[in-house]
């Protein structure tokens, strides 16, 4: 099975900063890999899938990249509405395992 | 617009069984497959059971031989029987579907607002 690892676990930005979040496979993935928010209390919602495809309606300030093993979520200029939790899949092959999440919060 | 709704959720003693139904509208259910997705208190989300449109079934380890996944596509509701219920299986449950019939792999697009199954004694 392919573990799915997050780094970091959570992390406090500044309003503007830059956010890079990375996700790890224990095997390579190629590039189905999907990147998921999930505000307080919400939903989760489909941000980026195809590693680097961002899904309708998704603001331009996030994007995704990397194949293989090694991906990357990057928030280019963190706003208040951006706090969530965010988790990576992999939706290579079963079982669809999820990232265990980064925290987002503002500093 | 796609819409998924949860409903079963509930309060069960260890050892009991609850079944889970998600409507969907909006969409061609028989084309797409359709998964559950949980979310313990205060935990993560993991993927629990997949239903493909041609109906191979697909089961993490931690509820194989204990649940059932099934769908009604002349009713476009998906279906998730859990049987031996454990303190473990406490979660939101959140259905879940394939994100596009032409990209392949397994994402989820979108996800319905989830019901809750809390077992205890």
């Known amino acids: 099975d392919i573990q799915m690892t997050q780094s970091p676990s959570s992390l406090s930005a500044s309003v503007g900063d830059r956010v890079i979040i990375t996700c790890r496979a224990s095997?390579?993935?190629?590039?189905?890999l999907a990147w998921y928010q999930q505000k307080p209390g919400k939903v989760p919602k489909l941000l980026i899938y195809?590693?680097?495809t961002l899904q309708s309606g998704v603001p331009s300030r996030f994007s995704g990249s990397g194949s293989g093993t090694d991906f990357t979520l990057t928030i280019s200029s963190l706003q208040p509405e951006d706090v969530a939790t965010y988790y990576c899949?992999?939706?290579?092959?079963?079982?669809?395992?999820f990232g265990q999440g980064t925290k987002v919060e503002i500093k | 617009e796609v819409q998924l709704f949860e409903s079963g959720g509930d309060l069960v003693q260890p050892g009991g069984s609850l079944r889970l139904s998600c409507a969907a509208s909006?969409?061609?259910?028989?084309?797409?497959?359709m998964s559950w997705v949980r979310q313990a208190p205060g935990k993560g989300l993991e993927w629990v059971s997949t239903?493909?449109?041609?109906?191979?079934?697909y089961y993490a380890d931690s509820v194989k031989g204990r649940f059932t996944i099934s769908r009604d596509n002349s009713k476009n509701t998906l279906y998730l029987q859990m049987d031996s219920l454990r303190a473990e299986d406490t979660a939101l449950y959140y259905c879940?579907?394939?994100?596009?019939?032409?990209?392949?792999?397994?994402?989820?697009?979108?996800w319905g607002p989830g019901t809750r199954v809390t077992v205890s004694s």
């Open positions: 879940a579907k394939k994100g596009s019939t032409v990209t392949p792999g397994n994402y989820f697009d979108p």
């Open positions: 095997q390579g993935i190629t590039k189905y």
């Open positions: 909006g969409f061609t259910f028989s084309s797409f497959a």
């Open positions: 899949q992999n939706y290579n092959s079963d079982p669809w395992r």
């Open positions: 239903l493909s449109s041609r109906g191979t079934t």
């Open positions: 195809g590693a680097s």
